[in-house]
């Protein structure tokens, strides 16, 4: 069985679309610290450090070098505001595999390590978000293959 480690101390981010190419994809980011820790690799860090909860940010992300890894919204929820009531930032950007990996570096760089399966939906259940029924329900959504299944998910 493979061991999986879960803190919620930690700073955590995942791929929060499907791995493959597309015009868009979104990386999830979480946990305390995680404004500051974005804003490290954010063109504009103080303007991400002082954006209000549950806005948008446009600009791009930058390695250390300052070399531009891609254009990137920043969708940003302060403690309490997203979905697992941490402080949580989500970066849309351009669907290039290659982009992505670089990004996904770029945060770990950062301070961030891979989120394991359904780690976001524990925090947001840990920190009274969401219950156990909906924590459950959201693989049942994710995983629906009919829509059916889909809308009996959704109930």
């Known amino acids: 069985m493979k061991d999986i480690h ?16 597309s015009a868009l994809a979104v990386v999830r980011t979480g946990g305390e610290g995680c404004i500051d820790a974005v804003a490290k690799v954010f063109s504009d860090p103080e303007k991400l450090r002082q954006a209000k909860s549950n806005t948008l940010l446009y600009g791009s992300l930058r390695e250390p070098s300052g070399d531009e890894v891609d ?20 970066i849309y950007c351009h669907g ?3 982009g992505i990996e670089r990004i996904m570096e770029l945060l770990r760089g950062a301070g961030f390590r891979d989120a394991q399966p359904g780690e976001f ?18 693989q049942e959504i994710v995983s629906a293959k ?3 299944a ?3 998910a959704l109930g």
């Open 6 to 21: 879960y803190d919620t101390d930690d700073l955590i981010a995942a791929l929060a679309t499907p791995w493959g190419e």
């Open 96 to 98: 290039s595999l290659p």
């Open 121 to 138: 939906s524990l925090r947001s259940f840990l920190n009274g978000r969401i219950d156990l029924t909906r924590a459950e329900a959201v």
């Open 71 to 90: 254009q990137v919204v920043l969708g940003l929820y302060r403690q309490g505001h997203g979905y697992t009531g941490q402080e949580s930032v989500e």
């Open 146 to 148: 009919t829509r059916k």
């Open 150 to 152: 889909q809308s009996l």
